[in-house]
Structures are given as structure tokens and as C-alpha cells.
């Protein structure tokens, strides 16, 4: 199948290279709302990616001229009773998990708006860049429904106040805002932003894939922890780590002054 056909097809494109499995939103006609359908297939792809270990990072991209738009409002209302509109948020909180609990990095590239579970996606990708067109917000509460779910990854990437300002309000924040806020960690000029995800992902996929896994469980481990148990976490893995082959090599590269050989 040529990727043209693939991508009229397909509501959820990936394309492997180099060690980088990319993954676009393809419903381009709704700015790549979170559909159950969708939904469905990223967490397949996500599935499929944790057991891949020639992947050593993951890119969240989108066709069109939103990135994500949050969920369906027109399936969520055709769902109808609580119990199978609990259904879908459901799903798309075991994407939001995955992204968390998946061994690779996660890399947003967002081109354009991202609203409600589009902000959630981006707030729950480990980095995020971002071209300086895009904007964000949090903007169920101008429809009756208070941004909840996406609250949960907000208020873990940017400050108190700043998270319940955009839920308040659902009020739009530029790129740079959203960067200042700590809800991306670069702002580009559109032109660029593939060129900068490229090479993000490609400085991340060259370090010792152990090393960066069980550093991404940790980090997000200790998060919700205390001071004590957190440095106990962090020695018990930071030690694991140095008596590890990779850890060995790493240790030996540097003393020999020379680049390490990471093995998959």
C-alpha cells in the first residue's frame, strides 16, 4: 500500500525510522478528535510499541490544520448514558497511562491547536515542541463539561495556578505561554518543527535504551512519592543501572575516553 493510500485509509498512520516510530492522527476533517475508534488504535499502536525494542522513541504527530481537538463531542453525546460515555473516557485514559508507562520516550510535535484531551495528549507526552502557530486550552468548561481528565495531566506538568486558570476560563494560551508554563519544552517557527523533533528524537534514540527505561519508570514513580522513598527509589535504580552491562560499557567509554557501544 503506497503511503498516500495509507494515509486516506487510515485514521492513525505509523512510520518507523532510524530507531523512531511516528505515529499521526489522521482524521483531519474533525482536527483529529479522539474518537473511540482512534483511541482504540492508538493504544494498539501503543501496545505493539512497548514490545519493539528497536523503537527508542515515539513521536505524536497530526495531519490537518488542528493537531487534536479533544474528543467527539457528537459521539459523546450520541453515547448517551453515563455508564458507555465513562466507556470511552475509559480509553482514553488507558492511552494517557500507556504513554506513561511505555519504555521509549514520547515526543509531541505539535503543529497546530490542541484542546481538551488534544492539550491533555501533548500535557501527558514525555516533551513536547511545538510550532509557534500552535495554541492550546482547556476549553470544556465553555460547553458544560469541566476538563476533568485533562486536568490530571495538566496539573502534573505546569503550576497550580496557571492549570486551574486555562480550566477556569478555557481560555487559549500561545506557544510561547505554553512553554513558559512548562506544558512544552521548545517553540519553533512551523518550517522547523519536524527538522527539531528529528533531532530531539535522534539525540535520545542514540543513549543506552536500559538506561533511558528505567529512568522514564523512575522519574514518574518518585513523582508521587515522598522525599525518602524517592531517593530510595532513585539509588535502588541509579545502582541497578551501574552494575548493568550497559552501565559497565558506559563507565569504561568514558575512563578510555572513547564512544560508548550500546547494545540493544
Known amino acids: 500500500m503506497s503511503a498516500v493510500l495509507q494515509a486516506e485509509s487510515s485514521i492513525l498512520l505509523r512510520a518507523d525510522r532510524e530507531g523512531v516510530a511516528t505515529l499521526t492522527l489522521n482524521r483531519p476533517d474533525h482536527f483529529n478528535a479522539l474518537s473511540g475508534e482512534l483511541l482504540e488504535q492508538l493504544q494498539a499502536a501503543l501496545d505493539a510499541i512497548a ?6 522513541v515515539v513521536v505524536i504527530a497530526a495531519r490537518g490544520r488542528g493537531f487534536c481537538a479533544g474528543h467527539d463531542l457528537k459521539e459523546i453525546r450520541a453515547l448517551g448514558t453515563q455508564e458507555r460515555i465513562e466507556g470511552l473516557f ?4 488507558s492511552v494517557m497511562t500507556s504513554i506513561v508507562a511505555l519504555p521509549q520516550p514520547v515526543i509531541a510535535q505539535v503543529h497546530a491547536t490542541a484542546t481538551a484531551a488534544g492539550c491533555q495528549l501533548v500535557a501527558q507526552c514525555d516533551l513536547a515542541v511545538a510550532a509557534e502557530t500552535a495554541r492550546f486550552a482547556v476549553s470544556g468548561v ?6 476533568s481528565t485533562p486536568s490530571v495531566a495538566l496539573a502534573r506538568n505546569v503550576g497550580r495556578k496557571q ?11 500561545d506557544a510561547q505561554t505554553a512553554r513558559a508554563y512548562g506544558l512544552v519544552n521548545r517553540v519553533v ?12 528524537a535522534a539525540v535520545i534514540a542514540a543513549k543506552p535504551p536500559g538506561a533511558v527505561a528505567s529512568g522514564k519508570r523512575a ?41 560508548p557501544n550500546w547494545k540493544v
Not at 465553555?142 to 476538563?147: H, I, K, S, T, W
Not at 492549570?163 to 494560551?173: C, H, N, S, V, Y
Open 90 to 93: 475509559r480509553k482514553c485514559s
Open 51 to 56: 514490545k519493539d525494542a528497536s523503537v527508542r
Open 142 to 147: 465553555n460547553f458544560g463539561l469541566f476538563c
Open 219 to 259: 522519574f514518574y514513580r518518585q513523582l508521587e512519592m515522598g522525599l525518602e522513598p524517592a531517593y530510595a527509589l532513585a539509588s535502588e535504580v541509579i545502582s541497578c543501572n551501574a552494575a548493568s552491562d550497559e552501565g559497565r560499557e558506559g563507565m569504561d567509554a568514558f575512563i578510555e575516553k572513547r564512544k
Open 189 to 200: 517557527p512551523p518550517p522547523q518543527l519536524e527538522a527539531e523533533v528529528a533531532t530531539l
Open 163 to 173: 492549570a486551574m486558570e486555562m480550566l477556569l476560563t478555557g481560555d487559549f494560551i
